[in-house]
């Protein structure tokens, strides 16, 4: 069973910066893809930011510009650095691990399981 555990969950203020960490007990990590998504109370999981195997990206538009998706395969850790952050990115964030990666439209398909998610709280 891979488990996930993601890290670095705060309280920061908006325009201040934040980084997530996830650690993945996979031992094919290199050879998966990663997906980050965010979840508040009420709403669907929506898709933040993936990175391929190869290390191409893709972020949803809302964040676009603002945060950068990396992966440490030596550490089997991806990591989700959030800057410039805004009210509306408080969230609950959650790391997924083995998904499907479409490179043609740069879409992360998740898979089960999950991680138990780390809160972000943006303040004005």
């Known amino acids: 069973q891979v488990q996930l555990a993601e890290s670095g969950d705060g309280l920061v203020q908006a325009g201040g910066s934040l980084r997530l960490s996830c650690r993945v007990s996979?031992?094919?990590?290199?050879?998966?893809?990663v997906g980050w998504f965010r979840q508040t109370p009420g709403s669907q999981r929506e898709f933040v930011a993936t990175?391929?195997?190869?290390?191409?990206?893709n972020y949803a538009d809302a964040v676009k510009g603002r945060f950068i998706v990396s992966r440490d395969n030596t550490n089997n850790t991806s990591y989700l650095q959030m800057n410039s952050l805004k009210l509306e990115d408080t969230a609950v964030y959650y790391c997924?691990?083995?998904?499907?990666?479409?490179?043609?439209?740069?879409?992360?398909?998740?898979?089960?399981?999950w991680g138990q998610g780390t809160q972000v709280t943006v303040s004005a």
């Open positions: 997924n691990v083995g998904g499907t990666y479409n490179r043609f439209i740069g879409r992360y398909y998740p898979i089960p399981p």
């Open positions: 996979k031992s094919s990590f290199s050879r998966s893809a």
């Open positions: 990175i391929n195997t190869d290390g191409r990206t």
